[in-house]
């Protein structure tokens, strides 16, 4: 009887049928291909993955970043939804920083031409360690008070910050007041959608942009966000326009004549003998050298992080809001505010070599433009402002609705908005950084959807998988196209996450499928190797590549059993954490006669590694024979056949004309590699 060889072509393919992808695979789960001399790709039992960390996360993990400070202690941040914290020495330290929101009567001091600025705030408990984001822009005193201020504690009930002009220097009051100040008033007259705002001192022009963070129904009108100003009355009042007409005549304060206080609370150990008179400017309080109670506020949630390093310190973003920093060497309780640095952010990453951390989808003045790239002076992560004398600056990509994602490139900073991919190169004085469009058509379908390997880039965009290299924006080719792009949640795209694995040469993305709660709950890989992909079933929400921690780590839920959060380090076991680990695939059908005649198969030689190099060969491999006549058909089964690496054969005994072959296993402990199985086969009879 002759014998057939079962070679098969390396890579998954399911946008094939069954039939037309003879001699491959069409699907997997838990496999890797090995290149082997030949240029194929031998499949093998995916590496699996241990518990980094021991207890379960509160809440799902959205970001993950590994560093290393200057004393070479290593550390692994996380960015879950309800917290932020650092795992060190086998130990989690909670650091989310915590805010407490105030709407209080205006109640400021100004003395004629200081910068300082007293604020009451009766019961606020503000401490040095704290800054406040002023929402309800406050004329008080030839000032108008507006954005992020360092805090300096004077009593329980008042605090000072200093007052900053738009380049950042001291500004000067040009009265003394007393419990004083004002917000925005604002008049409507019924018909019209101009709408007259009071501010005293305003400074405003026409053209200028005119932010409203705490949302104002007036005649009619919501008034929140960015607003053209048409026209200058005076020195205290100009004109918007509002995107509606009134509906009545009336007038209204922003925040019912109220400030709005946020703080970022921040924690830190009090140097001994102070307290209150003896900060903020060495202005008294009630007594010398008495601590002060700090608020704690509440606690910061996120939908999703952005995280770095900026040398030893930790730089953490939440989307939509500040940027924060930890310090490990100094003790740092709490991630504490840049208040220098926008208020609002959509990320954030730390350019290289110059070190400045990129903000985009920023803000000026609190309201978030999707399309604004911002950044720090460089080794300066407290100095935003662009002047002559420093390389901080801004930029706003002309092109697009928002800016999607941006990474630390090969020599470059990549910023990808819904329509396209840009390069951010650094050039020096005066611009800093040059801006070129470098793709069209290839936008980032979602924040952290794109990483770099070995000098390439890979993304997914909204219907396919792209490259960028020393040839520039490429397509990659994807057979398994069908089972991505038709399956995945539309309203969830935000939580598809990039894997890199330089061990292996592999680039996978988590992505949520219909149905799935919008939890990450496939996977595809592309292998840049072999350039072909496999794909599987496996939650990951977020991932770090090869670090100063070692292998990949990634979050996420185990294979079984309640779905707690976890960090798992993987490449570290031949298990998922200890459980079985069920690998497998399956090919496409074999033509074991093309003509009108079936074929007998009854022996099949496996041929396999059985285990690691050196190691124990105890794998324990499932085979399934699934057999027709026509494509269409539903397929006999034949198995499975235990194989170990004392079988020498078995002996399916089936006729047919087309075959696929199934090969799985989910024993503990083992490993496996295809090799080159045979099967014995005859004519047996016309069909």
């Not at 205290?236 to 019912?256: C, L, P, R």
């Not at 509440?298 to 939509?320: K, Q, R, S």
């Amino acid at each position: 009887m002759p014998h057939a060889s079962l070679k098969l072509s390396p890579g998954v393919d399911q946008n094939r049928t069954p039939a037309l992808n003879e001699a491959a695979i069409s699907t997997s789960q838990f496999i890797r291909f090995i290149p082997d001399s030949n240029g194929l790709g031998l499949p093998q039992k995916l590496g699996g993955w241990t518990k980094y960390f021991a207890n379960a996360i509160g809440s799902v993990v959205r970001c993950l970043w590994a560093w290393a400070d200057t004393n070479a202690n290593n550390y692994l941040a996380l960015g879950a939804e309800e917290e932020l914290s650092v795992i060190y020495e086998g130990t989690q330290l909670n650091i989310t920083p915590s805010t407490d929101t105030n709407n209080v009567a205006v109640a400021i001091d100004t003395t004629d031409g200081s910068s300082v600025v007293l604020i009451t705030d009766t019961g606020s408990n503000v401490t040095s360690y704290d800054v406040v984001d002023i929402r309800t822009q406050i004329s008080v005193g030839g000032l108008i008070l507006f954005g992020l201020y360092r805090c300096f504690a004077v009593s329980a009930n008042t605090y000072q910050i200093r007052a900053v002009d738009a380049l950042g220097s001291p500004a000067f009051a040009t009265a003394t007041v007393n419990d004083g100040g004002a917000v925005s008033v604002f008049d409507t007259t019924s018909g019209t959608s101009l709408v007259e705002v009071t501010l005293d001192d305003h400074g405003y022009f026409a053209g200028d942009t005119f932010p409203i963070l705490v949302s104002t129904a007036v005649g009619g009108i919501t008034l929140f966000g960015n607003y053209t100003i048409v026209s200058v009355t005076d020195a205290d009042t100009f004109v918007i326009q509002a995107s509606n007409a009134a509906t009545s005549t009336t007038t209204e304060s922003e925040n019912g004549g109220d400030a709005r206080y946020v703080y970022y609370i921040g924690q830190g150990p009090l140097p001994t003998g102070t307290g209150y008179g003896v900060g903020g400017y060495g202005e008294g309080g009630y007594g010398s050298g008495i601590t002060p109670t700090a608020n704690t506020g509440t606690l910061i949630t996120a939908t999703d992080w952005t995280l770095d390093n900026f040398g030893a310190i930790l730089v953490a973003c939440p989307y939509g809001g500040p940027i924060y920093t930890w310090d490990a060497q100094i003790n740092q309780p709490t991630a504490v505010v840049i208040p220098e640095a926008p208020s609002a952010n959509a990320g954030m990453f730390v350019a290289m070599p110059q070190r400045q951390i990129i903000a985009w989808g920023s803000t000026f003045n609190g309201v978030i433009d999707p399309l604004l790239i911002r950044w720090c002076d460089i080794e300066d992560l407290n100095d935003w402002i662009g002047t002559v004398t420093n390389q901080a600056g801004s930029y706003r990509i002309p092109r697009g609705s928002s800016v999607v994602g941006c990474i630390q490139g090969p020599q470059q900073g990549l910023i990808w908005t819904d329509l396209a991919l840009w390069a951010m190169q650094y050039t020096g004085q005066p611009y800093v950084y040059g801006f070129n469009e470098i793709g069209t058509g290839c936008g980032l379908i979602a924040p952290k959807a794109a990483t770099s390997m070995n000098g390439v880039v890979y993304w997914m965009s909204q219907s396919q998988f792209f490259t960028l290299s020393g040839d520039g924006v490429k397509p990659i080719f994807c057979p398994i196209w069908d089972v991505i792009f038709q399956d995945l949640d539309p309203d969830n795209l935000d939580k598809i996450r990039i894997a890199a694995n330089s061990r292996f040469g592999e680039i996978s993305w988590f992505y949520p499928i219909t149905g799935s709660g919008g939890v990450p709950a496939k996977y595809a890989k592309y292998n840049i190797n072999l350039q072909k992909w496999d794909f599987g079933t496996l939650s990951r929400t977020a991932w770090i590549n090869q670090s100063v921690l070692g292998p990949p780590i990634g979050a996420g839920p185990p294979i079984s059993g309640p779905q707690n959060q976890y960090i798992y380090q993987h490449e570290t076991s031949t298990d998922a954490d200890d459980e079985a680990m069920l690998s497998s695939f399956q090919t496409g059908y074999f033509a074991l006669s093309e003509g009108d005649v079936k074929q007998f198969v009854d022996q099949v030689w496996p041929d396999m590694k059985w285990g690691y190099f050196n190691g124990t060969q105890n794998a324990n491999i499932s085979l399934t024979f699934y057999v027709a006549d026509y494509p269409g058909e539903t397929p006999t089964a034949y198995g499975p056949f235990t194989l170990t690496q004392a079988t020498q054969f078995v002996t399916p005994r089936f006729r047919a004309r087309l075959m696929a072959i199934n090969i799985s296993s989910s024993d503990v402990g083992s490993f496996w590699r295809l090799g080159n199985i045979r099967y014995r086969t005859q004519v047996d009879g016309k069909f």
